[in-house]
């Protein structure tokens, strides 16, 4: 009698893919490269992504993307014009070659901070110097909002816990007391540091609102997202 034939091995389960893993980010909920297609949004993560770690690498490249970007340039050159007209450091004189003096300065205050804040504290506490969107599902406008204002102090760590944000905190503080050296004598007070400080992080919490707002405001106003969402390292 013929010995029947070995039965065919079953195939393997189906593995589950990344993509059936983790749900999609909606499209209206992503964020773009850029706000209205020209302000840098190259730090912020769409709601509800999951995210590599971010490397020192990843960080100096976001942090030199801010810095040299040519919409930074510019509104360097607007900020620059504003305390040229109102004479806000009377040492550099006026003209050409003083408006050229607020505008170094002002690129330089601007590079020092950034660099401080995205980058050189970072880096030695270990921090996630992206901002991650709370988005819709998140709680409503007044959640949100908190949320956004207090990521000026509260943030990610490498390992995804929650930490203070010395980035924010002492990488301002650092970047002001730098300033010191490349700014006249006569602005070099306490007040005006503190001052500076105190402005850098205000701006910086205003920045991250409107971030976290930038998707719903996206849709109200044009309907629809752009196909160029933020990247993902």
Same mark, same amino acid.
């Given at each position: 009698m013929a010995q029947e034939p070995a039965p065919a091995p079953l195939p393997d389960a189906p593995s589950a893919t990344p993509a059936a893993s983790a749900p999609a980010v909606p499209p209206d909920e992503q964020q773009t490269k850029r706000i209205m297609g020209m302000l840098?949004?190259?730090?912020?993560?769409?709601?509800?992504? $999951? $995210? /590599?770690?971010?490397?020192?690498?990843?960080?100096?490249?976001t942090a030199t993307l801010d810095n040299f970007d040519y919409t930074s340039l510019f509104f360097a050159g607007v900020i620059a014009g504003d305390s040229f007209l109102a004479k806000s450091t009377p040492e550099f004189h006026q003209g050409a070659a003083g408006y050229?003096?607020?505008?170094?300065?002002?690129?330089?205050?601007?590079? $020092?901070?950034?660099?401080?804040?995205?980058?050189?504290? /970072?880096?030695?506490?270990?921090?996630?110097?992206r901002y991650y969107a709370m988005g819709r599902e998140g709680g409503g406008f007044f959640k949100r909002t908190g949320?956004?204002?207090?990521?000026?102090?509260?943030?990610?760590?490498?390992?995804?816990? @929650?930490?203070?944000?010395? @980035?924010?905190?002492?990488? @301002?503080?650092?970047? $002001?007391t730098v300033s010191n050296f490349y700014y006249p004598t006569p602005?070099?007070?306490?007040?005006?540091?503190?001052?500076?400080?105190?402005?850098d992080i205000t701006y910086d919490s205003a920045t991250f609102v409107f971030h976290e707002f930038w998707p719903d405001i996206s849709n109200a106003v044009f309907g629809k997202k752009s196909s160029k969402a933020a990247p993902t390292p």
């Amino acid at each position: 009698m013929a010995q029947e034939p070995a039965p065919a091995p079953l195939p393997d389960a189906p593995s589950a893919t990344p993509a059936a893993s983790a749900p999609a980010v909606p499209p209206d909920e992503q964020q773009t490269k850029r706000i209205m297609g020209m302000l840098p949004n190259f730090r912020s993560v769409s709601a509800g992504t $999951v $995210v /590599p770690k971010e490397t020192t690498r990843q960080k100096l490249q976001t942090a030199t993307l801010d810095n040299f970007d040519y919409t930074s340039l510019f509104f360097a050159g607007v900020i620059a014009g504003d305390s040229f007209l109102a004479k806000s450091t009377p040492e550099f004189h006026q003209g050409a070659a003083g408006y050229a003096r607020y505008y170094w300065h002002t690129v330089a205050d601007q590079s $020092v901070e950034n660099y401080f804040v995205e980058l050189i504290v /970072p880096a030695i506490t270990h921090e996630d110097s992206r901002y991650y969107a709370m988005g819709r599902e998140g709680g409503g406008f007044f959640k949100r909002t908190g949320y956004s204002l207090s990521r000026a102090f509260i943030t990610r760590k490498d390992s995804g816990k @929650s930490t203070i944000n010395y @980035s924010e905190i002492t990488g @301002s503080a650092a970047a $002001v007391t730098v300033s010191n050296f490349y700014y006249p004598t006569p602005e070099r007070t306490v007040h005006d540091g503190l001052r500076n400080w105190g402005l850098d992080i205000t701006y910086d919490s205003a920045t991250f609102v409107f971030h976290e707002f930038w998707p719903d405001i996206s849709n109200a106003v044009f309907g629809k997202k752009s196909s160029k969402a933020a990247p993902t390292p």
